[in-house]
C-alpha cells in the first residue's frame, strides 16, 4: 500500500535530502552489536511496538536530528533552512548586493516561447491561472524557463497586462538588491509571502539543488509578490499595488 506524503513533509523531505548531499558524514561507529546485546533481554517483554521497528523509528528521528544540527553548522544550509521555513521556493538575501547591476529583461530574452498546453505537459503540477467573475483569464503569452537541458524545466510564464506570473515545483526564486529595505515580509489568508517594492531589485534563479543559475540573474523594476500553495511556488511581477496583487494570487484557479 502506497502512502502519499503531505506537502510540508515533502517539502521537509526534499530539504533534507538537499542537505544531505552537502556533507561528507563519518564512518559510523561500531555499536549496533553492543546495544542489540544489551537490549537482548528484553525482547521477549510484550510491546505495543516490536522492538525492531522501534529501533528504526528511533534512528530516523536521530538522523532528522543529525541532518539539521549539521546543516545549522554550515552557513549555506543555515541559509536554506531559514528559506524553508518561511517560502520553500524562496531565498532572500537582505544584504546590499555587489558587482554590477544586471540588466531589466522580459521573459522573452531569458525563456523561450510556448503553450498553455505544451508548458503544462513539461511539468508536474497543475498550472493555475488568474480568474475574474469565476472565469480563467487567458495569458497574453506563455513562456518556459529553464535552467539546464530540455528537460529541465524550472518555471512556467504566464504574462498579462498588468503583470507577469511564475509557477514552479522545481528550484528557487532568489530576490536582493542595492536596497534590501524593498524586501518586506507580509501574510495575507495565513500564508506567509515576500512582497518586494517597485524601485529596483535583482531577481535570479536557482535549480532543484540550490545551484544559482548564472544566466538568470536580472533586475527587475516592477513590485513582486512571492508566495505558495502547497510545494508549488508562485511570483507575480506586477505594476499593481500590493493589495491588488494579492487579490490577484487570491483568484487563481
Known amino acids: 500500500m502506497s502512502i502519499e506524503m503531505p506537502a510540508d513533509l ?35 517483554t510484550p510491546r505495543l511496538w516490536s522492538m525492531p521497528l522501534a529501533r528504526a523509528a528511533a534512528s530516523l528521528a536521530l ?34 548586493s555587489v558587482g554590477p547591476t544586471p540588466p531589466v ?36 503569452a506563455v513562456y518556459v524557463q529553464r535552467y539546464d537541458g530540455p528537460a529541465d524545466v524550472f518555471a512556467v510564464i504566464f504574462v498579462y497586462g498588468d503583470y507577469d506570473l511564475y509557477e514552479t515545483s522545481a528550484g528557487l526564486f532568489g530576490k536582493g538588491g542595492p536596497d534590501p529595505s524593498l524586501i518586506h515580509e507580509i501574510e495575507f489568508d495565513g500564508r506567509d509571502a515576500y512582497w518586494v517594492d517597485q524601485g529596483g531589485h535583482i531577481a535570479e534563479a536557482y535549480d532543484d539543488q540550490g545551484r544559482l543559475v548564472v544566466e538568470s540573474r536580472r533586475s527587475v523594476d516592477r513590485a513582486t509578490l512571492l508566495w505558495e500553495d502547497g510545494v508549488v511556488g508562485y511570483r507575480l511581477e506586477t505594476s499593481l499595488s500590493q493589495d491588488d496583487a494579492i487579490e490577484v494570487a487570491r483568484s487563481l484557479r
Open 10 to 44: 515533502l517539502q521537509i523531505d526534499t530539504l533534507l535530502r538537499r542537505a544531505a548531499r552537502d556533507f561528507d558524514y563519518p564512518a559510523t561507529l561500531p555499536i549496533a552489536a553492543g546495544v542489540s546485546e544489551r537490549l537482548q533481554p528484553h525482547y521477549d
Open 63 to 96: 538522523a532528522i536530528v543529525a541532518v539539521i544540527g549539521i546543516s545549522l553548522a554550515v552557513p549555506q544550509s543555515r541559509g536554506a533552512l531559514a528559506d524553508f521555513f518561511g517560502l520553500s521556493h524562496v531565498r532572500v538575501d537582505k544584504e546590499p
Open 105 to 140: 529583461l522580459s521573459p522573452a530574452s531569458f525563456a523561450e516561447p510556448s503553450t498553455v498546453v505544451a508548458a503544462q505537459a513539461a511539468i508536474d503540477f497543475s498550472l493555475r491561472f488568474p480568474t475574474r467573475d469565476g472565469v480563467a483569464l487567458q495569458p497574453n
